[in-house]
Every structure is written in C-alpha cells, then in structure tokens.
C-alpha cells in the first residue's frame, strides 16, 4: 500500500488477534527501523512475542488485548519530536504492509518492557504492532481555524497538508497543535500545552508532509 493511502487509512488499533507477526514482516519492519535509525539518530527496536508488557490493569484499563509485539522508542534526551515524526513514518510502513499498531503512553506495563538504555538516552514509548481484530476507528477533529491559519484564501497544498495532519493520532486525541502558512512557502508549526504535545507535533508535521504531495515549502 501506498504510504499516503496507509495514512488516510490507518486507526489505531488496541486489540489483536493471537497470530503472531510474520516472519517475512519481522524482517520487513527490521529493516526499516535500521534505516530510520541510521537517518535520525535515535534507537528504535521491535520486540517480538513478548506478553508481558500488555498484561495488568493499565493495559485492560487502555483496552488492550492480544498484544505480544512493539516497538520501544529510544533517543537522547529533548529529542520528543523527533521520537513522534520518526515513530510515525515506521507506524504508516507497518499499516502500509499490513501490520496495524497504536502509539502507548501510559497503558502499559514499563517495568516489563524489554530494553536497554545506552548513555545520555531516554526511553519514551513504546507502539504496539499486531493484526487488529478490526481496524479501528477514525477519531473526532477539531474544526480546522481552531488548528491552522494563514493570510488572505488558503491554498490547495496546504489544504491538502492539513487534510494529511488531520489524520494524525495525538495523545487522548487533544490535537494540541497549530500551523501557520506565514509566506507563500514557509509554515510555522508549533506544539500548544499539553501531555506529549511535542511529540504529537512531530507526528504530525510527518502527516502534513506527506498530505502536501511534495509540494516546496519550509519549516520556519
């Protein structure tokens, strides 16, 4: 599937059916998470058949079932963006082969999580990745002034941009974010109050990318 059709599609998914990840996508979401590693610094890694971190009251309190793979999020500390831009391209390749996943804050059991940390980094989350017994749901949105604003009438690339980041999850869905078309081709995009609103942004600065079609515009 197509990574902007991956995008448009994907929910988040919390419960999962027994079946565990193919070998053939373990490879696949291996080696993307190499390359991402490798481009931004930080240290993604999958976990594979592993139930313990989705057992407890917090995982049943976020709805979560059938979960025994995820990918833990590692990087230097102040790096929370890009753990959010960068976690979300590995979240659209999964929904783009067939994997369905779930950005996991709090509803989890982080003592049983199977990680190291190397020096001077920080562990911040944690996707769990599976076979959705179904495909989730769209979330609710904001209306669109209450997210974004420029001067005069909106052009269509950013229209199309905003459409992309509409889809984007947020923590608790607050979509605490806004974007400015501040000139023709440079947008400011900034994180307003909230728990992981940082790393939201960085989510959702990748949706909004891949929903301008390419278009040339800067990040101010």
């Not at 407890?56 to 995820?70: E, I, L, R, V």
């Amino acid at each position: 599937m197509d990574i902007k059709k991956a995008m448009f599609e994907r929910n988040s998914v919390r419960r999962y059916t027994d079946e565990p990840l193919s070998q053939s996508h373990v490879e696949l979401i291996n080696s993307e998470i190499e390359r991402v590693n490798t481009q931004s610094g930080l240290r993604f890694s999958l976990v594979t058949n592993e139930p313990e971190a989705f057992t407890g009251k917090m995982a049943s309190y976020g709805h979560f079932s059938g979960c025994t793979d995820y990918i833990v999020c590692i990087g230097q500390k102040h790096r929370d963006e890009d753990i959010g831009y960068f976690g979300e391209r590995l979240v659209l390749f999964c929904q783009s082969i067939g994997v369905n996943s779930c950005w996991v804050a709090l509803t989890y059991s982080k003592g049983k999580v199977k990680y190291t940390l190397n020096k001077g980094e920080k562990f911040y989350i944690v996707i769990s990745l599976g076979y959705g017994i179904h495909q989730g749901r769209p979330h609710k949105n904001k209306p669109l002034e209450d997210l974004c604003g420029c001067k005069g009438e909106m052009p269509e690339w950013f229209k199309g941009a905003m459409a992309g980041a509409l889809t984007a999850p947020t923590a608790m869905n607050q979509q605490k974010f806004y974007f400015e078309l501040v000139d023709k081709n440079k947008v400011k995009a900034k994180a307003l109050f909230g728990p992981y609103s940082k790393m939201d942004l960085g989510i959702v600065k990748y949706h909004f990318e891949l929903g301008s079609d390419g278009y040339s515009f800067e990040w101010v």
